[in-house]
Structure formats: C-alpha cells, structure tokens
T-cell receptor
Framework: LAKTTQPISMDSYEGQEVNITCSHN???????ITWYQQFPSQGPRFIIQ???TKVTNEVASLFIPADRKSSTLSLPRVSLSDTAVYYC???????????FGTGTRLQVFP | EPEVTQTPSHQVTQMGQEVILRCVPI?????FYWYRQILGQKVEFLVS????????KSEIFDDQFSVERPDGSNFTLKIRSTKLEDSAMYFC??????????????FGPGTRLLVL
C-alpha cells in the first residue's frame, strides 16, 4: 500500500492561518481527497473534499496540485476549538482501499 | 441533522469471547464502513459493504471478523474470538454513494472495545 503521510504535529496561535499537507504519492486516479477532523474519543468529522485545484467552503480551503500527489488543508484564522487531529483520506491507486493519513495533531494556543 | 449511531459506547470482554458491535447508519445511505483506531494511532479501514455484500476489505479484516446487515437499519461487526490486540475504538461510517464518487462518509461516535 502507498504511504499517506502528514506532519505529526503543528502548533499555532489563535487567529493565524494553518496549512497542513498530506502526501499521497499513489492516489487512485478517480478518487477524491477528503479531510477529517477528530476530537478525542469522537469519530472523524468531515471538513472538506476535492479532486484537483482549489476547493473552499465555510470552514477551510483545500489545495491540490496538478499531479495530485499531495494536498494541503488550509484553516483560516484558527481558534482554540480547532485543536484536534486532522486526517486526509484517499483511495490507494493499486488496491482502491481507503487509507487515512498518519494524522496531524494541531494545538492552538491563545 | 441525521447521524450515525453506535452501541455500545464501551465494551469490555475476555480474550476468546465473541463481540458484536452495532451501528445504525443514516437512513438513506447505501454504503457502510467499519474502521478501527488503536489508542494513539491513526484510523484504519477495515471493510466496506454495499448491496448486502462486502465490497472491499483490508488485511486486518481476517476470518475472525464478519459484517452483517440483519435488517433494514442495523449494520454489525462481529469479532468471533477476540484477541488482546483487538482492543481499539471501532467506528462505523456510512455514505450515500461510494467515496470515490465524491460522497462524504459520516462517522459514528465509536465503540471502545477493551479485551482483557
């Protein structure tokens, strides 16, 4: 299976923009890239999804380069409540199985 | 807002015992999934289920695991003979369509399984 890797952790302050990148070098051709947020002892919660270029919704933006081997979740003006673990989810190009990224623990400080 | 529910929230069992984890997906969803998350680790895909059969499964999903949709609302994960390493949080998810066609998966709150 291809590796889907993310930075282990990131720190930020309230009001700053945070960018979290996921590397997925063997993503399935037709698969979308989905990002989830997870709080302790809760299920992952959908944030945003895209196929290529840029997608924006009310909480985040997602940037996907042309080769789709990575994606970047952008959280504008984070708040303390954004402290969580963030995962990308993609389909593996060889097996079509769904693979979560390794997760990035974001800590937001006041 | 409709949500995925799971029962029980916590389950403690002895090694070798059978456990059944239950999920009620969102009512108009057609695709169902089970994931596992060992404490402190990432979420891992176990199995996807569509049209009353398994559509994909991971190498974790061996013969000890089975899934079933016994009626129109429940979706269950059975572990036949639990091992210590089965201790984890188990998440159920559902989506209206297949994830690859841009369908969002909605996750339940999870069942924390502890095997002693």
């Amino acid at each position: 299976l291809a590796k889907t890797t993310q930075p282990i952790s990131m720190d930020s302050y309230e009001g700053q923009e945070v960018n979290i990148t996921c590397s997925h070098n063997n993503i399935a051709t037709n698969d979308y890239i989905t990002w989830y947020q997870q709080f302790p002892s809760q299920g992952p919660r959908f944030i945003i999804q895209g196929y290529k270029t840029k997608v924006t919704n009310e909480v985040a933006s997602l940037f996907i380069p042309a080769d789709r081997k990575s994606s970047t979740l952008s959280l504008p003006r984070v708040s303390l409540s954004d402290t969580a673990v963030y995962y990308c989810l993609v389909g593996d190009g060889n097996t079509d199985k769904l693979i979560f990224g390794t997760g990035t623990r974001l800590q937001v400080f006041p | 807002e409709p949500e995925v529910t799971q029962t029980p929230s916590h389950q403690v069992t002895q090694m070798g015992q059978e456990v059944i984890l239950r999920c009620v997906p969102i009512s108009n969803h057609l695709y169902f999934y089970w994931y596992r998350q060992i404490l402190g680790q990432k979420v891992e895909f176990l199995v996807s289920f569509y049209n009353n059969e398994i559509s994909e499964k991971s190498e974790i999903f061996d013969d000890q695991f089975s899934v079933e949709r016994p009626d129109g609302s429940n979706f269950t994960l059975k572990i036949r003979s639990t091992k210590l390493e089965d201790s984890a949080m188990y998440f159920c998810a559902s989506s209206q369509g297949a994830v690859i066609i841009q369908e969002t998966q909605y996750f339940g709150p999870g069942t924390r399984l502890l095997v002693l």
